[in-house]
């Protein structure tokens, strides 16, 4: 049979010990408790996701998704959505908006396929739905 323990403890003379509550408050201000265990949690999944996203463009038949680098994942406005900022390796200067046109509609196409490659490397019951930004002035890697 299980027996339950009541959060305060009681010492071997009789005398009441720590509240296991004032424990958890001492451990809050050392980084623990739970708002920083919600915040690990999040950059763990946003650093698998740009793990994840990262090798599969890599591997990519399409140039144009090819050169591209993830340089950033963050929650918008939470984990159930992911803003990935993506950036190109080349980008010819002389096509300008046409050329990142013709990236946003690559990316479109391949949005399905990048999103059920995150779910098969993620532990979470859904796969947050990824929302694509090119980032013109930033280098990948």
Do not use: N, W
């Amino acid at each position: 049979m299980r027996r339950h323990f009541s959060l305060r403890r009681m010492a071997e003379d009789g005398r009441e010990s720590m509240d296991l509550g004032a424990r958890r408050g001492r451990a809050a201000r050392h980084g623990g408790g739970p708002g920083a265990t919600d915040d690990r949690k999040t950059m763990q999944l946003c650093h698998q996701v740009a793990v994840t996203l990262d090798e599969v463009l890599a591997e990519c038949g399409d140039p144009l998704l090819h050169g591209l680098h993830v340089v950033d994942v963050e929650p918008s406005p939470d984990v159930s959505r992911l803003l990935v900022i993506l950036a190109p390796d080349e980008l010819d200067p002389v096509d300008g908006p046409e050329a990142l046109h013709r990236v946003e509609t690559h990316l479109a196409r391949a949005s399905a396929h990048l999103r059920g490659e995150v779910a098969q490397a993620i532990t979470r019951k859904r796969a947050p739905a990824l929302v694509y930004h090119l980032a013109l002035g930033e280098t990948g890697g």
